[in-house]
């Protein structure tokens, strides 16, 4: 497997010298240790840089490093592969580290070792923020030792595809902004009331015409992202937010209750179960290396099963008595068997209530956005781990909310910063958030999602360039040093 592979990574420097005053050295999110040359001296690479590459995707490597280098400082810059193993510069992978601690020197070289492909990369990411480019063919870089590793596991970004349209450019401009201030994973929200993106082939009917993705275009993003050291998460949001699949085949997901424009599945039938355990077998296909689905449950409008005698039935013989909440949970609870079994790890946002006699599984993660329906001291107590989606400041809404104060929902950096990875907010006064919750440092808070909502693909950077990496740094360093 390329990830279980030893990388040596290696730049020969024909005209490599030393140079004084070097530039200052500012990495974001900011490295545990930068340890400088005392002689505050800098190392020059110029032109010509041969690069010496050992795994199976030396040649995507290579690409992606020199095009990195190439479109942020000069088109001058040359560089050819070299099968020279005592080059001047490495990447080694050594598994004795931690799968993503990496650690760099630059002194008469340039050594990185990392302990996986993806701390590689971080590494990398790292490097790029350190060159300056001294001319057109000179890149110059700080003599000194960079040691490095995240504090939390989980760093994410979510865009919504199903709301607002994102061509497949726009996608990848995302990809390479979390790839650079090293978040790792990507979730792509795929359905909701205005769309399904997803091109099931279980269901030809479900993909929304005037949203043209293919599966081809998802390979292709799972495999540009996962060279640049980013995961992408799927997610189909049921049982709420689901309009498209009561429109598009009622026979199945229709709770036939009489509501026009219903928008929640039919959680009380086994075909509904079947038709999901199809759609969620294609979805992890095509994002095969997402140890993650994300399948929503979010803002479901439960009283719409109500009064509904198929529900009553349904619900009789499975012993969920009259609570309409205890067949909500008891759909996550199948629902997450069926995740499963595809060898995935079922991500939910927040949504059950703490109360309930169905056992709402700890190996569900929770995304905790409102803190409305279930507390976060309440999910870490009874033993759930948590990812802080926190509307206030993680909240990108630049537009298309009837509420006035969420369409303002884009929080400055300087209101980013303040947050941190057990901290909860909301601008609405009948949430609890509105009064900010603290929790103590919790290690089942295992990181946090910065959420881009209803934004074009053409938005996204402009909201996100100086934002993310403000929010990368929150989750990279518990406490940080700036």
Same mark, same amino acid.
């Given at each position: ?7 040596? /990574? ?35 690479? &110029? ?31 040359? /560089? ?19 799968? $993503? ?53 989980? *760093? ?6 199903? *709301? ?51 599966? @081809? ?10 060279? *640049? ?41 086994? @075909?509904?179960?079947? #038709? ?19 399948? +929503? ?14 529900? @009553? ?12 909440? $205890? ?12 995740? &499963? ?10 949504? /059950?209530?703490?109360?309930? @006699? ?10 905790? /956005? ?12 009874? +033993? ?24 303002? #929902? ?36 295992? +990181? ?18 100086? *934002?993310?990496?403000?929010?990368? $740094? ?9």
């Amino acid at each position: 497997s390329f990830f279980l592979l030893l990388i040596l /990574f290696s730049v020969s420097c024909n005209d490599q010298r030393s140079s004084k005053y070097p530039p200052s050295i500012d990495i974001i999110p900011t490295p545990k240790g930068i340890f400088k040359n005392q002689k505050n001296e800098a190392l020059e690479l &110029k032109n010509d840089i041969s690069i010496y590459i050992k795994s199976q995707e030396s040649k995507k490597f290579f690409d992606l490093i020199t095009n990195d280098l190439k479109v942020i400082f000069s088109k001058n810059l040359s /560089f050819k592969r070299s099968d020279k193993i005592d080059s001047d510069i490495s990447f080694v992978i050594n598994k004795n580290l931690d799968d $993503e601690e990496y650690k760099i020197e630059i002194d008469k070289n340039i050594s990185v070792i990392g302990g996986s492909y993806n701390a590689i990369t971080m590494a990398k990411s790292s490097l790029i923020q350190m060159f300056k480019l001294k001319d057109n063919n000179t890149l110059i870089l700080p003599k000194s030792k960079i040691y490095d590793k995240p504090d939390s596991s989980y *760093r994410g970004l979510m865009i919504d595809l199903s *709301r607002m349209w994102h061509d497949l450019e726009s996608i990848r401009n995302v990809i390479d902004l979390a790839s650079l201030y090293k978040i790792k994973y990507l979730q792509l929200h795929l359905s909701d009331d205005q769309a399904f993106v997803f091109p099931t082939d279980s269901f030809p009917n479900l993909p929304t015409p005037d949203r043209p993705y293919s599966k @081809k275009d998802f390979i292709e993003l799972v495999e540009y992202a996962k060279i *640049r050291g980013v995961t992408i998460i799927p997610e189909i949001d049921v049982p709420g937010h689901s309009r498209q699949f009561v429109d598009t085949y009622p026979e199945i997901f229709d709770v036939n209750n009489g509501v026009k424009k219903s928008n929640v599945i039919n959680i009380a039938d086994e @075909k509904v179960y079947s #038709a999901l355990d199809q759609i969620i077998g294609e979805v992890a296909k095509v994002f095969y290396n997402s140890p993650y689905i994300h399948m +929503g449950a979010d803002e479901a409008k439960l009283d719409l099963y109500k009064n509904v005698a198929k529900v @009553k039935l349904f619900m009789n013989k499975n012993k969920l008595g009259n609570d309409i909440h $205890e067949l909500y949970r008891y759909f996550i609870v199948r629902t997450n068997e069926i995740v &499963k079994k595809y060898d995935k790890q079922m991500l939910i946002w927040e949504g /059950f209530r703490k109360e309930g @006699k169905i056992k709402i599984p700890n190996d569900i993660i929770v995304f905790e /956005f409102e803190t409305l329906y279930n507390h976060p001291k309440s999910l870490i107590e009874d +033993g759930y781990t948590v990812v802080n989606a926190s509307w206030t400041p993680l909240y990108a809404v630049f537009g298309g909310v009837k509420n006035k104060m969420a369409r303002r #929902a884009v929080w400055s950096p300087e209101r980013i910063y303040k947050w941190n990875k057990w901290r909860w907010e909301h601008f609405s006064k009948t949430v609890p958030g509105y009064n900010p919750i603290q929790l103590e440092e919790t290690p089942q808070v295992i +990181g946090g999602q910065m959420c881009s909502w209803e934004q074009s693909g053409d938005a996204e950077i402009p909201v996100l360039r100086k *934002r993310l990496p403000v929010f990368s $740094e929150r989750v990279w360093n518990n406490k940080p040093s700036k």
